[in-house]
């Protein structure tokens, strides 16, 4: 795994976080939701937060109502759940890090490997909820009744498979055995070939020498 210890960041003294104010932090939620509904951050408005706020909770709770929004509709439903999410985070007191331009490319670089399995990973997970519609309930229902009513079925295909896999270790035992066997049938007949090549040899050049020897006479 790479590195990914970031470079030493340089240090400045921060400045104490300023406080905010329910309004604000109201008016930061009607922009996030506004961003959600609308696609893009909207130029300030002079419209009071209460009614925008109004306005947007009924587009919201109208697009909720379609079944092609119900990631927005499970947001509304769990919004107390991720309350600690949506709140608006306080800066920290003290001194803080900074990074220059340098500093960050070269961590970010550091991190190349990891972000392009993330990049992968989140393809995979877009694929999951889009096309497999993991997260939608009737589906999700209908994947577990098919997983138990099939466990049966795949428990058995295990099963024939592990008694399938131990037959094909047996012939190939045997298989070997009958590959060694006729490996030492080849062996030992080429032996024997071998010696009677040889005793041919030497009979054929004793009857040469006796033809020799009688016409020598």
């Known amino acids: 795994m790479s590195d990914t210890t970031p470079p030493p960041p340089s240090t400045s003294t921060a400045q104490p976080a300023p406080t905010i104010t329910p309004l604000t ?3 930061l939620r009607v922009a996030a939701l506004s961003h959600l509904i609308h696609g893009a951050t909207p130029s300030t408005s002079t419209t009071p937060a209460l009614p925008r706020l109004s306005c947007i909770l009924s587009t919201l709770s109208a697009l909720s109502g379609e079944s092609a929004n119900k990631p927005i509709a ?5 919004w107390d759940a991720y309350a600690d999410l949506l709140a608006p985070l306080a800066e920290a007191q003290g001194a803080r890090q900074v990074w220059d331009a340098h500093q960050q490319a070269s961590y970010v670089l550091s991190l190349h490997a ?3 399995d993330a990049l992968h990973a989140l393809g995979a997970v877009e694929t999951l909820v889009d096309q497999r519609k993991v997260l939608d309930p009737a589906s999700s229902r209908s994947l577990a009744r098919s997983v138990e009513t099939n466990a049966p079925r795949l428990a058995s295909a295990q099963q024939r498979d592990a ?3 131990q037959a094909t270790s047996a012939h190939n ?9 006729w490996s030492n049938y ?5 032996q024997a070939f071998t010696l ?3 005793q041919v040899w030497a009979l054929e050049r004793h009857v040469a020498a006796l033809e020799r020897a009688q016409a020598a006479s």
Do not use: W
């Open 196 to 198: 009677l090549d040889e």
């Open 163 to 165: 008694e399938a896999l």
């Open 25 to 27: 932090s109201a008016n």
């Open 173 to 181: 035992a045997r298989l070997t055995d009958i590959v060694a066997r």
């Open 74 to 78: 499970r947001l509304l439903d769990d």
């Open 186 to 190: 080849t062996s030992t007949l080429s």
């Open 114 to 116: 990891e972000l392009h």
